[in-house]
């Protein structure tokens, strides 16, 4: 009778822990697939929801003139994050009190609305002269414009180029509205020799 019980238990184990087992198989497993079908949906949402190539847009401003206009070889648009990635961009700023602007790069990102547009790699902007105000042009590496605000800052080396004057910098804040400039970090300006008359 003892022999027929202990055989009884260690049938009864054994059953017991092939059950829990075979349950935790098939729970690693839904979980495992539960996974797969997680990141292939993250996967669809991050593809381009539109992509439109030679592109211009244009942004008005309050008053209904336009802002600034920004153009390109390709934007692709994602809806993830509500981002645009431009290749070639440039960015023209059309303010009517002060001299047009223009800015190009290798690439761009639009984002926070597009509130922001990060430029990269061979970032140049030129400026052009107005009333007793030279030309200017600066070229970094990186550039973060903030177009409503017209303002901008890089924490790239930079050089600007006004008249014979050149100034240079390990990062920059700029703000056009109202025409200041600060250089951050070992800086460097040069002036032409004053002319004789």
């Known amino acids: 009778m003892r022999k027929r019980t202990a055989h009884r238990w260690r049938l009864s184990m054994t059953l017991v822990i092939g059950v829990f087992v075979a349950f935790g198989t098939f729970w690693l497993l839904q979980l495992m697939n539960r996974g797969e079908e997680d990141m292939l949906a993250d996967k669809r949402l991050n593809e381009p929801d539109y992509i439109i190539e ?90 973060t414009v903030y177009p409503d605000e017209d303002r901008m800052e890089t924490n790239q080396a930079v050089q600007i180029v006004q008249g014979g004057a050149t100034a240079t910098g390990a990062g920059m804040k700029a703000n056009n509205a109202t025409r200041q400039v ?16």
């Open 54 to 143: 030679q592109f211009s847009v244009v942004r008005m401003a309050k008053d209904g003139k336009p802002s600034y206009i920004v153009s390109g070889d390709k934007l692709v648009h994602r809806p993830i994050d509500d981002a645009s990635e431009i290749d070639k961009p440039v960015v023209r700023n059309l303010s009517s009190t002060h001299p047009p602007m223009d800015m190009k790069a290798d690439h761009a990102r639009v984002d926070e609305n597009n509130s922001r547009v990060q430029l990269k790699g061979n970032v140049q902007i030129d400026r052009a002269a107005q009333d007793k105000g030279q030309a200017m042009q600066m070229t970094t590496q990186a550039l």
């Open 182 to 197: 600060v250089l951050q970090g070992r800086g460097r300006i040069v002036y032409p020799p004053a002319q004789t008359k």
